[in-house]
């Protein structure tokens, strides 16, 4: 589902919140904080390709209703209007599971302007729309999520680090990060104990 904000003249506001704070894909000409009222973060998207497969799905962001999601703006020239517009809709709507929307935001700098942005909402009716996982379900999804784009894990993970360096704590995504982590760092201890023969009291 698309807008007509490549009719639109002028620069363009585009609102990150997932993998576009770590890694936009565009040019742009200012990177500003944000945030946007009346839809919060979630993991509640089942990936088919960038992050899991039809069989395999992952788990990956979206806004979803309510609440309040603190984020990324990019300005992006006039100029780069329509290219940037035809780039992030091959790249988000690849399976459609998204709504295209302009919505207010709110920029975190000294001007604390508010400017409208691109955005890209989950779409609850649509077959890949999650709703609200259990911390076990939410898990196993990203474990076993692979896609075009990587792993499911490096996603959270790289998500966390993005909003940790904009002074963000989100509870949820930060406790599936220490569970992800820990995972890993068990299976290593694991291999170890494998290698040397199980020398650690077992």
């Known amino acids: 589902m698309h807008t007509d904000a490549e009719h639109e003249g002028g620069e363009l506001w585009v609102f990150g919140y997932g993998s576009l704070m770590w890694r936009p894909g565009f040019a742009y000409l200012e ?22 497969t039809t069989e ?24 780069a209007r329509a290219q940037t517009i035809s780039y992030l809709r091959a790249r988000e709507q690849v399976t459609t599971a998204y709504i295209e929307s302009l919505r207010q935001i709110e920029l975190e700098d000294d001007t604390r302007r508010r400017v409208r942005a691109l955005c ?21 999804h990203i474990r076993q999520g692979h896609g075009s784009s990587g792993a499911n894990r490096d996603y959270v993970l790289e998500t966390v680090q993005a909003l940790e360096a904009l002074g963000y ?3 949820e995504l930060h406790l599936l990060a220490e569970e992800l982590q820990g995972g890993s760092r068990r299976q290593q201890s694991d291999s170890r104990d494998q290698a040397s023969g199980g020398r650690h009291g077992r």
């Open 169 to 171: 704590r989100e509870s």
């Open 120 to 140: 890209y909402i989950v779409d609850r009716s649509h077959v890949q729309y999650a709703g609200k996982l259990s911390l076990a379900e939410s898990l196993h």
């Open 31 to 52: 990177r500003v904080p944000a945030r946007l009222i009346g839809l919060h973060r979630a993991l509640c998207v089942y990936s088919f390709v960038h992050r899991g």
């Open 56 to 79: 395999r799905p992952g788990l990956v962001l979206g806004l979803d209703r309510g609440g309040m999601c603190r984020g990324i703006a990019y300005r992006v020239a006039a100029a």
